[in-house]
């Protein structure tokens, strides 16, 4: 199958060219497009293009500062338009183009004025409508089964959704995922700015699945596939990259160096540097589950086979049905040895990309039992031993604090990123 490039436009039963579907109620949202945002403003790529080739569009620089408006007024409420061009270096006028538009769109809505205590006349406060959209969700990194929810544009759950995979793969596991999100948007209490993915796999940044064989989905172009199918803007992404997006801005951590690693069938990290993703060159950065790490089982046999037809990855020891063999029927002792052996190669196989990105946090996303212990703390342990000072001696490790809900936040802040420019 030729991936095609996805077109998530649409026509809105009021007659408005790329007005999303979903959300085409009187009055409420009927010409919000989905924007093109450049790399620098949606956090695509790594940071900003070093060598730039082209000159900025007068709708990119617009997109730019449309998003710099809504990221402030996401993250810090409402502001009178005066603030918003103090904390954006952008003119008044430019600021009161954009909150203008963003009224009549209806993202945003004026909320009276600022409590006395100023002298001069009291400045009208504007905010982001928060509680009146809704966002579909979705985390395929369970083999068994698909989950998803519906959460307000804070990262609130409004509602959850799960539909078991029975087997299913190829075709069938599409019509599933199909399934999924259609009930995800009957169940929603709000009208739906998007459809957001996180999924297993290579997926590149049109939201084509390149490859992801436990699903035995290989260049399928879903984000675009599902956009025409539900009408509504759909979003996909690797399910790591979710959860590092989800952490970063639902969970508190940073952005100037993190990776994020997802432990379950099997291993994968996001990173993010400096505030953007790290996508690499095939889309494929952060598959450090099948970067070889064994040469035999230690004991004098080879290395035990992976899922990908190597011998001896980094999944093949790190993978939850991988840790929960290795432990299997010894005493507390005894697997806290194994475990901490584990972690011991897991921070060999780190410290190279800690060292080379000068990360400051690594956090984990899987079973706590498992990875927050003796695997933790061995794999700490030898990163900082095997990095310089300036990089171990600082670096934090931790379970992710959003838990196992990770993968589902980060596949909100793809929709919040991908229609609104926020993350």
């Known amino acids: 199958m030729v991936a095609r490039v996805p077109d998530r436009r649409s026509r809105c039963d009021h007659g408005h060219p790329e007005a999303l579907t ?14 093109a945002f450049p790399s620098s403003s949606t956090g695509r790529g790594l940071g900003r293009e070093l060598r730039p080739t082209s000159k900025v569009l007068p709708g990119h620089a617009r997109a730019h500062n449309r998003s710099m408006v809504l990221q402030h007024l996401f993250h810090s409420g409402p502001t009178s ?27 945003v809505e004026e909320l009276g004025t600022r409590p006395a205590g100023r002298v ?6 504007v905010g982001m409508r928060t509680g009146d959209f809704r966002i579909v969700a979705v985390d395929l990194a369970d083999d068994a089964w698909m989950r998803g929810a519906v959460l307000s544009l804070t990262g609130a759950v409004v509602t959850r959704r799960s539909v078991a995979l029975e087997g ?6 599409l019509e599933a995922l199909e399934d999924l999100c259609r009930l995800l948007l009957a169940a929603a209490d709000r009208p739906v700015i998007g459809v957001g993915i996180g999924s297993p796999g290579v997926i590149d940044s049109l939201g084509t699945v390149v490859e992801a064989p436990n699903r035995g989905w290989y260049d399928v172009p879903l984000a675009m596939d599902l956009t025409e199918r539900l009408g509504v803007a ?4 690797n399910d790591a990259n979710t959860a590092a997006l989800g952490e970063f801005t639902f969970g508190g951590a940073g952005g100037s160096g993190l990776l994020v690693l997802t432990v379950g069938q099997g291993v994968g990290a ?24 064994v040469d035999d089982d230690g004991a004098g046999g080879p290395a035990p086979t992976c899922a990908c037809g190597r011998r001896g990855c980094l999944e093949t020891l790190l993978s939850v049905p991988a840790l929960r063999r290795r432990i299997a029927g010894l005493d507390r002792d005894a697997a806290d040895a194994e475990l ?23 956090l984990f996303s899987g079973p706590p039992e498992l990875l927050d212990g003796p695997l933790r703390a061995a794999a700490l342990h030898t990163i900082q031993q095997r990095t310089m000072a300036v990089i171990g001696a600082e670096l934090q490790m931790r379970m992710a604090s959003l838990g196992e809900d990770v993968a589902l936040f980060g596949a909100a802040v793809l929709v919040l990123s991908g229609q609104l420019g926020v993350t």
């Open 22 to 35: 979903s959300i085409c109620k009187e009055g409420l949202l009927t010409n919000v497009t989905t924007v």
């Open 81 to 107: 338009r005066a603030d918003l061009a103090r904390s954006t270096s952008l003119t008044r006028v430019t600021v009161s183009d954009l909150v203008s538009s963003l009224l009549e769109e209806g993202i």
């Open 120 to 125: 001069g006349k009291p400045a009208t406060l």
């Open 168 to 173: 299913r793969t190829g075709a069938e596991a």
């Open 234 to 237: 759909t979003h996909v992404a």
């Open 270 to 293: 996001g990173i993010v540097v400096d505030g953007a993703l790290v996508h690499g060159h095939r889309h494929a950065a952060g598959e450090i589950g099948h970067v070889t790490v």
């Open 340 to 362: 901490a052996a584990v972690g011991r190669v897991l921070g060999i196989a780190l410290a190279p990309v800690v060292g080379a990105l000068n990360l400051s946090e690594v």
